[in-house]
């Protein structure tokens, strides 16, 4: 599935609009105070990546071994060290509600940590490139 994020920001306006596959939609993020750049920053948002995939990945790793799954609350969390610096130690926790057998659900939870998408591109690292830059003289 091809993904896309794409960032528009000029001041006091920020928009955030994603791509999966055929499925288009927008999140509503805020500008900074100042209005240039985005009220959340990329660690955040990096972080929330891994807190979503873990959690949608828990519900659809249960359909798949028919448990019931009422509720998930994940907690991802991570340093900064410097400007530049990539994040360190990326840890996180995870709570889930349900009425299928405990020790069942904890066997999906860590398989489900296995099979995450974020958390396995992450543990293996990506290729990032800038592909190209534009300038424009005037909005």
């Known amino acids: 599935m091809n993904i896309r994020a794409h960032v528009v ?19 509503s993020i805020p500008s900074k105070p100042d209005g240039f750049g985005s009220l959340a920053n990329g660690g955040e948002l990096l972080l929330l990546a891994l807190a979503t995939c873990f959690c949608n990945d828990l519900y659809r790793e249960a359909r798949k071994q028919e448990l019931e799954i009422e ?12 400007e530049g610096l990539p994040l360190e130690s990326i840890r996180y926790r995870a709570t889930a509600w349900s009425s299928s057998p405990r020790e069942r659900v904890f066997e999906l939870m860590t398989h489900t940590d296995t099979v995450a998408e974020i958390q396995n591109t992450l543990r293996k690292a990506s290729e990032v490139a800038l592909i190209e830059c534009v300038v424009h003289e005037e909005l």
């Open 9 to 27: 920001n000029r001041q006091a306006s920020h928009s955030v609009h994603l791509k999966s596959g055929e499925r288009e939609h927008s999140l």
């Open 71 to 82: 509720g998930v609350e994940v907690e991802v969390m991570g340093e900064f060290t410097g």
